[in-house]
């Protein structure tokens, strides 16, 4: 017996109720779907995804199912910067999945689609998916147009920085705030948003192909229609339920897909605490070794030159996988009911390739370009750039790891000793970096940003205005426990653990410290003080005798969902999700 006709059994209630809400007397019999999605006057990313709902309906509906709606409406990190509104991001992640689960739980469906586009609306509805476990499938929110000469958000931190430094006046500001984001669609770069919609299909949880489709074209309404036919036809399917699917296998899969791409660095915050709702370990050394063994392939921004918008018509995910299919574990199980090799043979006799041509050849058409698939996603043969695009440094200021991008990372900061100039808020830093307070040479720190310091922000501003300056933007680096928007670039290392508020030893580090970062030898070190350099059991003793005259800071957040986040969230290396394991 199906779970929903199950609960017609328990309940007598459940007839009147739904037919009160709605529901005819026909549509209690059949299989009943439920659609979560994030929908809501957000953000961009979520605006229209009530238009996807009643696609996935219609779908639904067209193979003789019930569609259920269900909204938990996601944060915008773009509207949260620059205030506290920032601090509640990744907590946000954690809600999103909390209400998926009373949702689901409370009221049994037999099927289930997840839709959503964004930061953290898409991994908490991961992470959601993994604990209701239904069978189910991902509809990836899409992608927004780019805006005037292929203008996207993520440019907007630098207009900002300049004219903050008086390089711009406010009408070419201005323009730029009114045309970064010209429709509906996650932000059209390679941030955590775009990253994360090809991680879900990376992982075998999304039709192929269905990641990062325009979100104002006509191939993301049909892909959520199929979405729908087929989230009815595996609704008795058990082998299908999300925790069947998911290993170890399919994860080392969208890491690899995660070199190739370049993408964000928030990919070790968010696939990690997935892993963990599967009962996976997964570590930051996973990323750093098959990040190594993975070319980056793919050149959009913030890495490479074009807007996300242009990546399915390069071919998307499949075509990243296509050049990368030596690597892969093509055996791997997905929502199809197919391997994922099966499912990438399929998509030649269904005409993929032949429609992501015409794609590219629109764009080109639109905005007077000449480009070729491989201008985008370049081939195994000619890459970007070796070894992924993630480092994970570790040493005695970072004993349990930190991420870099060097993909974006200017190759003179690869190996490099540094002055410390710790700041203990963003605040602080940012109007320093703007002032010229802090000079080439330094290693700029900022601490007690991680999740139980702050809730773990990320320090876009304060990046971007290092980026934007010439003088800085090679000669200094960016060390914080907090983290980065996935558009972050430069010499910025975040995720710093334990954090300052665990006493971390960036919580240590004092003004003159001298910083050692080696991408090559994958290590974050204190070296020296007082810019003299001391032998490694110097710095040993130095630490212990800090560490022993510290005063642990009271906690920032002490009540609602950020003293909740700030009490149970786990380092930032772990993936900062709540750990409710009972304490010893």
């Not at 309940?11 to 709605?22: K, Q």
């Not at 948003?193 to 990376?202: G, N, P, R």
């Not at 990372?409 to 203990?424: H, K, S, Y």
């Amino acid at each position: 017996m199906r779970p929903s006709q199950r609960l017609r059994t328990l309940s007598p209630e459940v007839d009147p109720l739904r037919l009160g809400t709605g529901w005819k007397r026909e549509d209690l019999e059949k299989p009943q779907v439920f659609i979560e999605s994030t929908f809501g006057d957000s953000h961009p990313g979520s605006g229209h995804l009530d238009r996807l709902v009643e696609c996935v309906r219609e779908g639904v509906r067209e193979a003789g199912g019930f569609g259920a709606r269900y909204f938990v409406t996601d944060m915008c990190d773009g509207e949260a910067q620059g205030h506290d509104g920032i601090n509640f991001s990744l907590a946000s992640r954690e809600m999103i999945a909390n209400m998926i689960e009373i949702q689901a739980g409370a009221t049994p469906f037999d099927s289930a689609v997840y839709i959503a586009s964004c930061d953290k609306g898409l991994p908490g509805n991961l992470i959601g998916m993994a604990r209701v476990n239904i069978p189910s499938l991902v509809l990836p929110g899409g992608v927004m147009d780019p805006g005037p000469d292929l203008l996207t958000l993520e440019q907007l931190g630098t207009y900002a920085a300049r004219f903050a430094r008086g390089e711009i006046d406010e009408e070419a500001f201005t323009f730029a705030k009114h045309h970064a984001c010209p429709s509906c669609g996650a932000c059209s770069f390679l941030g955590t948003a775009s990253t994360m919609q090809i991680m879900a299909e990376a992982l075998g949880l999304a039709l192929p192909g269905s990641a990062l489709l325009p979100a104002t074209g006509e191939r993301i309404l049909e892909a959520a229609r199929e979405t729908g036919r087929c989230a009815v036809r595996i609704a008795e399917n058990d082998a299908l339920r999300p925790q069947c699917l998911l290993s170890e296998r399919s994860f080392r899969n969208a890491i690899y897909v995660h070199a190739a791409i370049s993408g964000s660095t928030n990919a070790l915050l968010h696939l990690p605490a997935l892993a963990h709702a599967y009962g996976i370990g997964l570590s930051g050394d996973t990323f750093d070794r098959l990040h190594r063994d993975i070319p980056w392939l793919l050149n959009i921004r913030p890495a490479g030159k074009y807007p996300a918008a242009f990546f399915h018509a390069a071919g998307g995910v499949p075509a990243v996988m296509r050049e990368i299919s030596d690597r892969l574990d093509l055996s791997v199980p997905t929502v199809t009911g197919k391997m994922l090799g099966d499912n990438l043979e399929d998509l030649e006799k269904q005409g993929y390739w032949a429609a992501c041509e015409e794609d590219l050849d629109r764009l080109n058409r639109t905005y007077h370009l000449t480009l070729k698939a491989s201008d985008i996603i370049a081939p195994r043969s000619r890459p970007l750039g070796e070894c992924g695009s993630i480092a994970v440094l570790k040493g005695n200021l970072a004993p349990q790891g930190a991420v870099i991008k060097h993909t974006a990372c200017p190759r003179e900061m690869f190996e490099v000793t540094l002055r410390a100039r710790p700041f203990d808020c963003e605040e602080d830093c940012i109007q320093a970096v703007l002032r010229h307070d802090v000079a080439p040479g330094d290693a700029v720190i900022i601490r007690y940003e991680g999740p139980k310091g702050s809730g773990m922000p990320e320090m876009f501003y304060t990046t971007e205005a290092i980026a934007s300056d010439a003088e800085l933007s090679r000669r200094i680096a960016l060390i914080t426990d907090g983290r980065f928007s996935g558009a972050s670039r430069g010499p910025v290392i975040g995720h710093v653990s334990p954090e300052a508020q665990s006493q971390g030893p960036i919580a240590l580090v004092e003004e003159g410290d001298l910083i050692r970062i080696s991408i090559s030898q994958r290590r974050l070190d204190i070296v020296g003080v007082r810019g003299e350099e001391k032998t490694e059991e110097e710095i040993e003793t130095i630490l212990a005798e800090r560490k022993a005259a510290y005063i642990p800071r009271k906690p920032r957040y002490t009540k609602g969902v950020l003293g909740l986040f700030s009490a149970l969230a786990t380092s930032p290396m772990e993936g900062a999700y709540l750990d409710v394991s009972p304490r010893s």
